[in-house]
C-alpha cells in the first residue's frame, strides 16, 4: 500500500480557516468510511482529532471537522489558534486489516 | 486515568533483535485491539502491527511480516513487539496505542526509540 498523499504544508492566520486534503483510492479512502486525523506537536505522540471521517472524539474543540468526497478526505481547521500549528496525519482503513498514513502536513500559523 | 509506556529501545546491530514491552493501565487491557505505530527519524507515522482481544488475530505491515512478532499478556496488562532480523530501515520512535476501531487509536504512549546501526 501506498502512503495518502497530503500537502507538505498549509498555513493561514490566526482566526482564519485551513483545509487539508488526503487522496488515497477507491482501495483505502474511497471504499470505507474509516479515516482518521491525528494531530502531532514535535516531540509528542499523535493525538485523535476525527475519527471515522467526521467524528470529533470528546475534548477536541469543534473547530475540528472532517468530510470525504470519493477517494479524498479532508480536515478543516477553522478559527485558527496559534496551538494549532502542528504536523497533521490522516490514516484509512485499506481493507484486510491493512492501515495506511498519509505522508502528512505541517500546518503554519501566520 | 489511561497510561501506555513504552521500554525496551536502544542501539542495535543491523541483523539484531530486540523487544519492546508497552505497559498499560487505567482500562480494561483485555477487551482492547492494540497497535504499534511507528515514526522514521524527520518522517511519517507509519502503522506495524495489530493485534486482537485475546490475541488470537494479529497483523502486520507487508515490511515487518516475518520479522516482527506483535503479542500481548492480558494477566500483566501489557503489549510487546519482538523485532527480529533488524535493518537500518527499523530504526525510528515506536508507539503503542489502544485502537477502538479501525484507525480509531484514541490513546498512545510516549514511545521508545529504536536505532539500527553499526
Known amino acids: 500500500q501506498s502512503a495518502l498523499t497530503q500537502p507538505p504544508s498549509a498555513s493561514g492566520s490566526p482566526g482564519q480557516s485551513v483545509t487539508i486534503s488526503c487522496t488515497g483510492t477507491?482501495?483505502?479512502?474511497?471504499?470505507?468510511?474509516?479515516v482518521s486525523w491525528y494531530q502531532q506537536h514535535p516531540g509528542k505522540a499523535p493525538k485523535l482529532m476525527i475519527y471515522e471521517v467526521s467524528q470529533r472524539p470528546s475534548g477536541v474543540p469543534d473547530r475540528f471537522s472532517g468530510s470525504k468526497s470519493g477517494n479524498t478526505a479532508s480536515l478543516t481547521v477553522s478559527g485558527l489558534q496559534a496551538e494549532d500549528e502542528a504536523d497533521y496525519y490522516c490514516v484509512s482503513y485499506a481493507g484486510s486489516n491493512d492501515y495506511v498514513f498519509g505522508t502528512g502536513t505541517k500546518v503554519t500559523v501566520l | 486515568e489511561v497510561q501506555l509506556v513504552e521500554s525496551g529501545g536502544g542501539l542495535v546491530q543491523p541483523g539484531g533483535s530486540l523487544r519492546l514491552p508497552c505497559a498499560t493501565s487505567g482500562f480494561a487491557f483485555s477487551s482492547y485491539w492494540m497497535s504499534w505505530v511507528r515514526q522514521a527519524p524527520g518522517k511519517g507515522l507509519e502503522w506495524v502491527a495489530n493485534?486482537?482481544?485475546?490475541?488470537?488475530?494479529?497483523y502486520y505491515v507487508d515490511s515487518v511480516k516475518g520479522r516482527f512478532t506483535i503479542s500481548r499478556d492480558n494477566a500483566k496488562n501489557s503489549l510487546y513487539l519482538h523485532m527480529n532480523s533488524l535493518r537500518a530501515e527499523d530504526t525510528a520512535v515506536y508507539y503503542c496505542a489502544r485502537e477502538v476501531r479501525p484507525v480509531r487509536f484514541d490513546y498512545w504512549g510516549q514511545g521508545t526509540l529504536v536505532t539500527v546501526s553499526s
Open positions: 493485534i486482537n482481544q485475546d490475541g488470537s488475530e494479529k
Open positions: 477507491s482501495s483505502d479512502v474511497g471504499g470505507y468510511n474509516y
